[in-house]
């Protein structure tokens, strides 16, 4: 089938060369010239384990092509999926749907009779309806539906080949039998499949990262009840996600969520249940939301405290500048806002980070960056460990010893093995864990 992608960013590169591998005829389309040359060429925009073997791959074969012309992409298909960013509005806390709005506003005149646009980009609940009305004014024979996507940085790919449920709203029978065909490879191979309004697929994606920030942040606040209380959060999250209701997944307490969805998304589905009567009910997610936030100022203040109180002239070292382990993104990366913040306050501060430094860099030019760990600790007053990558849990905290000025570590994201690192003379907090920081006497 031929279809077009409207945004090469994060979702739309993935999903165009997904979609080309599975034998579709793709064009992917952007208004970025610099960004359409490089895809051309097949260069990833982004890091992202096997992107850029697929691009290669699907760009050779043919099946995938890049434009900046609209006019072309109205030409070549009447299928256009819909992949472009919705941010946070500047100073607030709202989605900013204007680029989804250009791209249907722009291909509507001149889309051929019998079109479908299917937005996968995540909107507030209403969009699709909103811009289905627009829609019917200019090309009453066109359609829209939504179609949201549910990848994870990292896991692009796999997530985009093997999605654990595949999610439509669609106001017609022939909207969901084009869709359905698309994505006849994953049906076949037993992806869930649900049609439905456009309305609940639009909240099947926000709520589904609300649910998800909202347990990372309960077992936040948990590990703050452990700190004043001598328990241990790491135990308690094991013992808790045994429960099968429960589970283990996104119950990893520590610095908290970041990254390009999570803050926005639960900001912009607040500001939206407010807008429609139904802000009290949804009001949790503020708290969400701050207890997120608190986690970086308490390990702000407790480095701090672990320094002797003062940044002053201290070396801190950083151990991560991604938002996430497996990924160069550094937008809102708790890592680096704790970074930022400790050299706002007077320290020195070296960064490592095994794929981030470039992008992080770009961003707080202040801070010193290093691809080497012991480079990054050399002289340390207080080592951080902000990122959890797993080479991090590989470090030998005997060979790290000597590098360092004092041997202090502090994780927030309570995956180092304490007990290692401890016997190498090292003293370890932990957010969360009292009794093996030494800060709860019983
Ligand atoms: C998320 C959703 O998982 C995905 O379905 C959606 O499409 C986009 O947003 P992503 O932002 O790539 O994906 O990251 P994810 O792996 O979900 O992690 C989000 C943040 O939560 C990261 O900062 C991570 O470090 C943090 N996290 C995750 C925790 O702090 N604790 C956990 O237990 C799990």
């Known amino acids: 089938m031929r279809m077009t992608v409207i945004g090469t960013g994060y979702v739309g590169v993935v999903h165009a060369a997904c979609m080309a591998d599975i034998g579709h005829d793709v064009l992917g389309v952007d208004i970025d010239e610099e960004r359409i040359a490089a895809l051309t060429a097949g260069h990833a925009p982004i890091y992202e384990p096997g992107l850029n073997a697929l691009l290669a791959r699907t760009v050779k074969s043919g099946r995938l092509r890049f434009s900046t012309s609209t006019t072309e992409a109205t030409r070549f298909a009447r299928l256009h999926f819909v992949c472009v960013g919705t941010p946070q509005v500047p100073g607030g806390e709202a989605a900013d749907i204007r680029h989804v709005d250009a791209a249907v506003d722009g291909m509507a005149p001149h889309l051929q009779p019998g079109s479908l646009i299917v937005g996968k980009s995540t909107v507030p609940v209403g969009t699709t309806a909103r811009l289905a009305a627009r829609l019917r004014a200019v090309a009453p024979h066109s359609e829209i539906a939504w179609n949201p996507e549910f990848l994870r940085e990292g896991f692009a790919v796999a997530d985009t080949r093997r999605p654990e449920r595949i999610v439509v709203g669609v106001e017609s029978r022939r909207a969901e039998a084009t869709l359905r065909a698309i994505y006849k490879p994953m049906l076949i191979s037993g992806v869930p499949f649900f049609s439905t309004d456009p309305a609940t697929a639009e909240l099947v994606k ?38 099968s209701r429960i589970g283990h997944r996104f119950l990893q307490p520590g610095l908290g ?32 939301d701050e207890i997120n936030t608190r986690q970086r100022r308490r390990t702000v203040d407790l480095a701090r405290n672990l320094v002797g109180g003062s940044f002053t002239d201290r070396h801190i070292a950083v151990l991560g500048a991604a938002f996430k382990p497996e990924s160069d993104d550094v937008r809102d990366s708790p890592a680096l806002d704790v970074a930022a913040a400790i050299r706002r306050l007077g320290a020195e501060v070296r960064v490592h980070d095994p794929e981030a430094v470039d992008n992080a860099r770009r961003k707080y030019p202040g801070l010193q960056y290093t691809l080497d760990v012991p480079k990054a600790c050399e002289d340390a007053d207080l080592v951080l460990h902000l990122t959890a990558w797993p080479e991090y849990r590989e470090i030998s905290p005997a060979e790290l010893g000597p590098v360092v000025r004092s041997r202090k570590i502090l994780d927030a994201r309570d995956t180092l093995d304490a007990a290692s690192w401890q016997s190498a003379g090292w003293t370890l907090s932990a957010l969360g864990r009292p009794r093996i920081s030494g800060a709860y006497a019983a």
């Open 257 to 288: 969520f970041g990254g390009s969805c999570f803050p926005k998304d639960i900001r912009a589905f607040a500001a939206r249940a407010e807008e429609l009567g139904v802000g009290d009910t949804m009001a949790f997610l503020h708290q969400v």
């Open 206 to 243: 926000v709520a589904s990262n609300a649910f998800l920030a909202t347990k990372i942040s309960f077992i936040n606040a948990m590990a703050e009840v452990c700190d004043a209380t001598g328990a241990d959060v790491v135990t308690l999250a094991e013992a808790v996600g045994q429960d």
